[in-house]
C-alpha cells in the first residue's frame, strides 16, 4: 500500500532507536532534526520503503544514510560486517556521486572519532564510487576489500549485476538509495534503472528496502509505484514523506521596461543587465539559469564586460558559466570555485538543477520561462540552502508571452499545484538490452521472464506478445537483417517457451553497448554545390523538414536533405527563417501549466469584458502574481490590445484553453497563413501542427510550411484557400496521420537510429572498437527501410512511441480532441487583416535568433503599428510610446 507518513518522531524518540555513536555524533553536529530526518529515520530503520519529498537543504539525503550507518555501525562494533555490500546509492550524476562520497567521509570520520575516544574498538565501514570513471585496479580492489556503501550510477549498476564474480557481493544487500528520482523517471534512464532494480531483487536472498531522494514532483503515488515496483499485480508498500511546505518561499517577476513591444531592445537589453548586475552586488552568490547554453555564454559575456568597463567591487574572475557543452575539468573547476565561495555569480542553463553541492546560492535568477511550476520550483529551490532560509528568486521577464507564464507559474507555485511528471509507457528498446542481460545470466523461461518484467513499473502492462516480438527480433527470427550484420544475440524456443545467450560474446557486447543517452553529432552542413557552410547539432537537424529556413553564419539556408553527419542546404537569400537555431535547446511549456494560463486569459478578458477599473486589474496582477508594476501593465495591455482587436473585427472567440482560434491572413508572398492558437504546450502542438500539415499538404499536393510554439502553430500555404485540418483531426486517427506525417523525416531517421542502438541492433562499440556516428547512421536508414516490411517490429514500434509520446504529446493531444468532439473546446476560424497580438510570436518565432532581434523588434513595432490603426488609439498604446 502506497500511504502518506503522519507520524513526526520527536528527537527523543528517534536516537532511543539509533546507534549511541551515531547520537553524540549528530549532536555535536546539529541542533535538531529536519522535518524529513523527524517524519523518516524511524521508517528507514524499520525497514520500510521510503520515498522522501523535499527541497534542497533540508537533510534529505542524511535521512536516508543515517539509519543505516547506525545499523552498520552496530554491526562493526560486534565484529560482524561482513566483505559484501550492505547498501548501493544511485545517482543519475557522476559528479553527485562524488559529492555523496565526499559527505560521507563527514559522519563516518566523526563517528570513528568519537569511538576512539571512548576506547571502542570498530571495524572499518567502508564506501567507495564504482562509475565508468573508475580504474580496472579499483575494481579488483573493491573485489577483495568489498565497500558496505557502493555508489553508482544506474548504467554502472546495469553492468555490475552482471559482472560474474562482483555480483555475488550483491546477493544480500539490505538497502538501495536512488536519488534524485524526480530527473530519472521521466526518461529512459529511469526505465533502464527500474528494471535493473527487479532484476537485482531477484538475484537477492531477500527483499531489499527501498528509499528514493527527490526534490519537488507530482504526483508523489506515481513516483512512489515507480521507486518500489510491483507484486502480485500491485504496488509494493511504500511510506511518502512529503515535507515540500517547510521552507518559505520569495519570488518576484520583474521587467525592465515599461514597454516591452516599443522600447528600443538595446536599451531593454542594458536595462536587464543593470539590475541583474545590482542584484548580483547585493547578494553573496548569485545563480542566474538561462534556457539555452548560447544563452548562458551571453549573459556571462555582457556581465564580464561591464565588470571590464566600471571599476567595481567585482572582478571578471568571479563570475563564469556552466554548462553541459563546457569540458568535465572547466565544469569541475567552477563547481569548486563556488563551493569554495569565490564566485559571485554563476550563469547555467540546465547543468546545476540537479542536487550537486555547490556551496551557499543566497539568490536564483531565472531569465526567461523554465516552462514548468516544478521546474521552476526546483531551480529557485538551489537557494537559501539552510533550513531557516527563505529560497528566493527573481524572474526576469523580455517577451510578452514569457511574462504571461512566468506570471502564472509563480502564482500556481504558491498555490502548490505542480505539473504532473510524464513516465514513459514500457519502452521496447530499453527491454531488449535488458533481456540480453537476463539471458547471460542464466536460461528463462518466457513466463518467468514477464512475471519479473512487470514488476518495474513502467512496464507494468507488458503484453506476453510485445516481449515475445522483442525475444524473436533479439533471437536473429528477421533472417532480412543478416546480409546487415544484424545477428541473434540470444536463441529463443518458441514452442517450449524459454530463451538464454547466444555466443561467447554476449557478455562483451552486453557491457560495450549498455546505456539509454544516444551519442550525438555535429552536423557538416554543405550547400548545393559541395560548399561548406557550417556546422548544426544533430539534436536541431532532427527537428527540421524539407523547406524549413534557419541562420547559420548569419545567413539564411533552406533545408534540402540529409545523409549520415552530412546535411544539404540552399540560400534562401532575403527569406524569413522558419526555425530558431535554439529550438532544439528549448524547454516545452507544460500541458498542466499551459491550460492554468489558459484560466488566468479567461480571467483577464472577463475583466476588461466587465469594465473593471485598469488600477483594480494591475493590483490583482501583482498581488496573485508577485510582479513589479511593469509586468503587471504589460500583461494588462496585451490583453486588452487582443480583446479590442478582436472585438473590432466582431469576433467574440477569445483565444483560451477552451477555445481555439484560427486566424487566416495573406503574407507579403500572397501564401495563406493559418494561426491556430492551440494553448496546450509545444509537445501537444508539436502532434497537432505536423497532423495538421500533413492533412493540408495531401489535399492540395503541396509542402507546407510550420512553425511551432508553445501557444500554437502556424501553416504557411502557397495558394489561397485550404480546409481547416482539425476538422479531419478525431482522437481514432491522430497517430495514423501523425505516423505518416513522420515517417520520412529527419527525426524519424535520427530516432530510429537512437532506438536500434538501445536495442543493440546497431552496436556503439564490437569487441572494443568504436563505431563512428556517422556510419551508425547510413547502417540505421537501410535498416529502417528493411523494418517497415516487418509487421509489428519492435524496434519500428518504440520509435514510433518514443515520439509521438515522449518527444511529442499525443496523448494530451487526444484529450484535445476529444474535448472538441464534445463541444468543450469551440473552434472559431476567421480572416484577418494582420495577425493578432497572440499571435505574434507564433509568426514571429523564427525571427527569435539573436541576430534577428532587431528585424523582430521591428516587425513587431510594424504589427502593433496596424493593430493601433485599426482599434484607435484608446488602447494603452499611445502615440508618444511609439518612438
Not at 305 to 319: G, N, S
Not at 330 to 341: A, H, I, M
Not at 662 to 682: A, P
Not at 733 to 755: D, V
Request: glycine residues 6%; hydrophobic residues 35%; proline residues 4%.
Amino acid at each position: 500500500m502506497i500511504s502518506f507518513a503522519e507520524k513526526k518522531y520527536t528527537k527523543e524518540e528517534v536516537f532511543k532507536r539509533l546507534n549511541p555513536l551515531v547520537k553524540e555524533w549528530f549532536n555535536s553536529t546539529f541542533e535538531n532534526l529536519t522535518p524529513s530526518q523527524s517524519y523518516g529515520l524511524i521508517p528507514i530503520f524499520e525497514e520500510k520503503n521510503v520515498l522522501i519529498s523535499s527541497p534542497t537543504g533540508t537533510g534529505k539525503t542524511l535521512t536516508g544514510f543515517l539509519s543505516i550507518i547506525s545499523k552498520l555501525l552496530t554491526l562493526s562494533e560486534k565484529g560482524e560486517l561482513e566483505n559484501r555490500v550492505y547498501c548501493i546509492y544511485i545517482s543519475p550524476l557522476r559528479a553527485l556521486s562524488n559529492d555523496i562520497y565526499r559527505n560521507l567521509e563527514t559522519p563516518l570520520r566523526g563517528i570513528v572519532e568519537i569511538a576512539e575516544r571512548k576506547g571502542v574498538k570498530l571495524q572499518e565501514i567502508r564506501h567507495a564510487v564504482r562509475t565508468g570513471d573508475t580504474s580496472q585496479y579499483e575494481r579488483q580492489k573493491m573485489l577483495r576489500k568489498t565497500p558496505h556503501i557502493l555508489i553508482t550510477t544506474p548504467e554502472s549498476l546495469s553492468i555490475i549485476i552482471n559482472a560474474k564474480r562482483f555480483r555475488e557481493k550483491l546477493k544480500n544487500v539490505k538497502w538501495v538509495i536512488v536519488d534524485e528520482i524526480h530527473s530519472l523517471c521521466e526518461n529512459k534512464r529511469g526505465t533502464h534503472l527500474a528494471l535493473t532494480l527487479e532484476r537485482l531483487q531477484n538475484w537477492c536472498n531477500k527483499k531489499f528496502v527501498r528509499i528514493g531522494l527527490s526534490a519537488t514532483i507530482h504526483p508523489l503515488k506515481e513516483i512512489a509505484e515507480f521507486l518500489v515496483g510491483y507484486e502480485n499485480g500491485k504496488p509494493r508498500d511504500c511510506l511518502i514523506i512529503d515535507v515540500n511546505y517547510i521552507k518559505q518561499k520569495e519570488i518576484r517577476v520583474f521587467t525592465p521596461v515599461k514597454d516591452l513591444v516599443f522600447e528600443d531592445p538595446e536599451k531593454t537589453t542594458e536595462k536587464m543587465y543593470e539590475k541583474i548586475m545590482e542584484l548580483v552586488k547585493r547578494h553573496r552568490t548569485t545563480l542566474i539559469f538561462t534556457n539555452t547554453r548560447s544563452g548562458t555564454e551571453r549573459v556571462v559575456f555582457h556581465l564580464k564586460k561591464m565588470l571590464k568597463d566600471q571599476i567595481e567591487e567585482i572582478t571578471e574572475e568571479e563570475v563564469a558559466a556552466h554548462h553541459g557543452s563546457l569540458s568535465r575539468y572547466v565544469r569541475f573547476d567552477t563547481e569548486k570555485k563556488l563551493k569554495e565561495g569565490r564566485l559571485r555569480a554563476i550563469v547555467s542553463s540546465t547543468s546545476l538543477e540537479l542536487g550537486i553541492d555547490i556551496g551557499y546560492i543566497d539568490l536564483v535568477i531565472q531569465i526567461g520561462s523554465p516552462k514548468s511550476v516544478t521546474r521552476c520550483l526546483q531551480r529557485i529551490g538551489r537557494s537559501g540552502h539552510a533550513l531557516h532560509e527563505k529560497t528566493k528568486g527573481i524572474m526576469i521577464c523580455m517577451d510578452l508571452d514569457d511574462l504571461v507564464e512566468v506570471a502564472v507559474m509563480v502564482k500556481e507555485a504558491y498555490a502548490n499545484h505542480l505539473d504532473k511528471t510524464m513516465i514513459p509507457e514500457k519502452p521496447l528498446d530499453v527491454l531488449a538490452q535488458h533481456i540480453l542481460g537476463m539471458a547471460i545470466n542464466k536460461k528463462w523461461t518466457v513466463e518467468e521472464a514477464l512475471k519479473l518484467i512487470r514488476q518495474s513499473y513502467p512496464y507494468r502492462n507488458l503484453a506476453m506478445e510485445e516481449l515475445v516480438q522483442v525475444l524473436k527480433y533479439l533471437s536473429g527470427g528477421h533472417t532480412d537483417f543478416e546480409d546487415r550484420k544484424v545477428y541473434g544475440k540470444i536463441w529463443f524456443d518458441e514452442e517450449e517457451g524459454v530463451f538464454g545467450r547466444r555466443g561467447k560474446f554476449a557478455r562483451v557486447i552486453y557491457s560495450l553497448n549498455i546505456g539509454v543517452i544516444p551519442d550525438e553529432v555535429m552536423i557538416k552542413v554543405y550547400d548545393e554545390n559541395g560548399k561548406y557552410v557550417g556546422n548544426i547539432e544533430e539534436e536541431f537537424l532532427q527537428r527540421l523538414i524539407k523547406g524549413d529556413r534557419f541562420i547559420l553564419g548569419g545567413k539564411v539556408y533552406e533545408f534540402m536533405s540529409a545523409r549520415g553527419a552530412r546535411a544539404k542546404v540552399k540560400p534562401a537569400f532575403s527569406s524569413k527563417p522558419t526555425v530558431p537555431s535554439w529550438f532544439s535547446e528549448q524547454l516545452p511549456l507544460s500541458f498542466d501549466l499551459a491550460l492554468k494560463i489558459g484560466e488566468f486569459r479567461e480571467k483577464m478578458f472577463s475583466f476588461i469584458k466587465e469594465k473593471k477599473e485598469k488600477a483594480e486589474i494591475i493590483r490583482y496582477i501583482m498581488e496573485n502574481c508577485r510582479t513589479d508594476e511593469n509586468s503587471a501593465e504589460s500583461i494588462h495591455r496585451y490583453f486588452e490590445t487582443q480583446y479590442l482587436f478582436l472585438k473590432s473585427l466582431k469576433v467574440n472567440c477569445l483565444p483560451t484553453h477552451r477555445n481555439i482560434l484560427i486566424e487566416e491572413f495573406t503574407d507579403e508572398k500572397g501564401r495563406k497563413n493559418m494561426v491556430f492558437h492551440t494553448l496546450y504546450g509545444r509537445r501537444v502542438n508539436e502532434a497537432l501542427s505536423r497532423a495538421c500539415a500533413y492533412l493540408v499538404g495531401e489535399k492540395i499536393r503541396r509542402n507546407i510550411g510550420l512553425t511551432v510554439t508553445d501557444n500554437g502553430f502556424s501553416l504557411i500555404i502557397p495558394g489561397k484557400n485550404a480546409p481547416n485540418p482539425l476538422e479531419q483531426l478525431t482522437p481514432k486517427n491522430i497517430r495514423e496521420i501523425l505516423g505518416k506525417a513522420i515517417r520520412k523525416t529527419e527525426l524519424m531517421k535520427r530516432k530510429f537510429r537512437h532506438c536500434a542502438v538501445r536495442s543493440l541492433m546497431i552496436l556503439r562499440n564490437y569487441k572494443g572498437h568504436e563505431i563512428r556516428v556517422s556510419r551508425q547512421q547510413i547502417n540505421a536508414n537501410t535498416l529502417l527501410r528493411i523494418s517497415e516490411e516487418i509487421p509489428g517490429f519492435p524496434v519500428l514500434k518504440e520509435t514510433y512511441r518514443e515520439i509521438m509520446e515522449d518527444d511529442m504529446d499525443v496523448k494530451n493531444a487526444v484529450r484535445v480532441l476529444e474535448k472538441i468532439r464534445k463541444g468543450e473546446i469551440k473552434i472559431a476560424r476567421i480572416e484577418t487583416p494582420v495577425p493578432s497580438p497572440f499571435a505574434h510570436n507564433i509568426v514571429l518565432v523564427g525571427l527569435s535568433d539573436v541576430v534577428l532581434m532587431e528585424d523582430r523588434k521591428e516587425a513587431l513595432k510594424r504589427l502593433y503599428g496596424e493593430i493601433i490603426k485599426k482599434i484607435g488609439v484608446k488602447t494603452m498604446y499611445k502615440p508618444t510610446e511609439q518612438g
